[in-house]
């Protein structure tokens, strides 16, 4: 997920998702690109391994990390 601001985005609706299938897929991890994720996550009140927060970056790294994953989520 790349997007700021967060709630705008459906970075909660990740969030949530993740949290309901992330015991079922132990390989797998949920990658959020953007603005002050960590505050709006730790307001969340889940559990928060395997969800990995990143600074924003420009368009090309951000199409690199894309590159890498196995799904990209657009809840927004």
Known sequence: LVGYP???KGGDIAARAFAQVRDRFPDWK?????????????????PLERIEAVPPMNNTRI?????????VVLPS
Do not use: P
């Open 63 to 71: 199409a690199e990390w894309i590159g890498r994953a196995g799904i």
């Open 30 to 46: 949920l990658v959020m690109i953007g603005f002050q994720l960590g505050q709006n996550l730790a307001a969340m009140d889940l």
């Open 6 to 8: 967060f709630r705008r």
